[in-house]
């Protein structure tokens, strides 16, 4: 069962910056495909990166250019860095992980962290 735990979340000013990280463990981060997503109050969760199919990384129009996704797999921990906040940025954010096989990814199950608020004051 893979396990997922992020950290990094806090408080910081428009324009600031934060680093996300999603620890994997019960498993290896070579061995899922895994995405950032974020749910601000009142609104549906949407996907903000993700490394997908082949490891190939995508990202919302909204950060892209500004929150590159990585991966240290000497640690089993892919990040999130979050560069020119913004206060719609204001939103808790989740890591979600999928099993790779072949290099695809298995959508039927997902592994969900617990969550880290990130709050942009403007």
């Known amino acids: 069962q893979v396990q997922l735990v992020e950290s990094g979340g806090g408080w910081v000013q428009a324009g600031g910056s934060l680093k996300l990280s999603c620890a994997v463990s019960g498993g290896t981060s070579s061995n899922v495909c895994l995405a950032w997503f974020r749910q601000a109050p009142g609104k549906e969760r949407e996907v903000v990166a993700r490394?997908?199919?082949?490891?190939?990384?995508s990202y919302a129009d909204s950060v892209k250019g500004r929150f590159p996704i990585s991966q240290v797999r000497a640690n089993n921990t892919f990040y999130l860095q979050m560069n020119s906040l913004k206060p719609e940025g204001t939103a808790m954010y989740f890591c979600?992980?999928?099993?790779?096989?072949?290099?695809?990814?298995?959508?039927?199950?997902?592994?969900w962290g617990q969550g880290t608020q990130v709050t942009v004051s403007s």
């Open positions: 979600a992980a999928n099993p790779r096989i072949d290099g695809l990814c298995w959508m039927k199950t997902t592994y």
């Open positions: 490394f997908g199919h082949y490891a190939s990384a």
